[in-house]
């Protein structure tokens, strides 16, 4: 099947690779969001377009898609195909190619429908969760489906760990049932409305962690948010992001919640259930993202608890 392949982050770049390892399908083109300015203003490209013209696939970086319909149109592909794209596709869109456009959603359609899927499943403690080929219409995540894979979620994964499995697990299935599209033998099953559930954008306030939680609940929250945007409290005043941590067996502890205690190699935590989180993987403000004994190596000045605001 010829494709034109949609999408943006390094999720997309690893389906695209199942997709092309296939071989039984076409990228034509693949379409990506625009280059942005990173640090001191230079400009920095998507992971699909360096993965594209790194593989010689014509790429396309347009502010809006849908100013570019007789384009598409041009390109002359059977089907559309969007993973982690970030950009609304009008109904011109959907009507470019023969079979429209086929998503690579990051759960099991009904569930947790919207721009947060596997955050959220990490985030809510799931176990599980799953990636879905489905049609795209207008209305976010609302086709009919035409296949679907379940992935699981350890104790230790992180968002972009889940993203990892999701990509190997969702381009295989992509392929897969595009074959069975273009042979038609594909199925599509329309969404049991009683059991649609939504996952909004991850807001700025959720970011920030509150550790008088339940340690479960506030490592959760760190790993369904590490990478992007990632998790963050307060260290000596400044802000501190965590990308990971683990909970450290037998360390029930009476210190109040945010409270640390420094090891050697160790940098834990009391959380509001008394049990105690080891940070495995931080940042502290202008510096770089490291492990925690590393950290620790370099550090000066130990402040006894982590706090809620700026300065404190």
């Known amino acids: 099947m010829k494709i034109i392949f949609l999408g943006s982050p390094l999720f997309s770049v690893n389906v695209l690779k199942q997709l092309l390892s296939d071989g039984n399908h076409t990228v034509l083109a693949a379409v990506c969001q625009p280059d942005k300015k990173g640090n001191r203003n230079k400009m920095t490209s998507c992971e699909v377009k360096k993965f594209a013209i790194d593989n010689g696939i014509p790429v396309f970086d ?7 319909v007789e384009k598409l149109k041009s390109i ?29 959603h990051g759960s099991l359609l009904p569930k947790l429908r919207g721009a ?13 969760t799953g990636v879905t080929i489905v049609k795209s219409v207008l209305k976010m995540d609302a086709g009919p489906y035409l296949s679907q894979a379940k992935v699981e979620i350890l104790p230790t994964d992180t968002a972009d760990s889940v993203f990892d499995k999701m990509a190997v697990v969702g381009g295989r299935l992509l392929a897969e049932t595009l074959t069975e599209l ?25 970011e920030k962690i509150d550790w008088t939680q339940p340690a479960n ?18 260290f000596g005043g400044k802000r501190f992001k965590v990308f990971n941590c683990v909970l450290a067996d037998g360390n029930q502890s009476d210190k109040r919640a945010g409270e640390i205690t420094y090891t050697k190699k160790q940098l ?16 502290a403000a202008e510096g770089k993202r490291m492990r925690a004994a590393d950290f620790l190596n370099g550090l000066k000045v130990r402040p006894d608890a982590f706090s809620d605001e700026e300065g404190l």
């Open 62 to 68: 347009w502010e809006n898609i849908n100013d570019h």
């Open 76 to 104: 002359g592909s059977d089907v559309l195909v969007t993973a982690a794209y970030g950009q609304m596709l009008s109904q011109d869109v959907l009507n470019v190619a023969k079979y429209g456009v086929i998503n690579v």
């Open 116 to 128: 947060s899927p596997v955050q959220r499943a990490v985030m809510e403690g799931w176990n599980e």
């Open 182 to 206: 273009e042979e038609g033998r594909a199925t599509y099953t329309e969404q049991d409305l009683n059991e649609v559930t939504f996952c909004k954008k991850i807001k700025a306030q959720e």
């Open 217 to 234: 609940v506030v490592s959760a929250r760190i790993r369904g948010l590490s990478s992007n945007p990632s998790a963050y409290t307060y």
């Open 268 to 283: 834990l935590v009391t959380c509001g259930d008394g049990n105690t989180l080891s940070l495995t993987d931080v940042q």
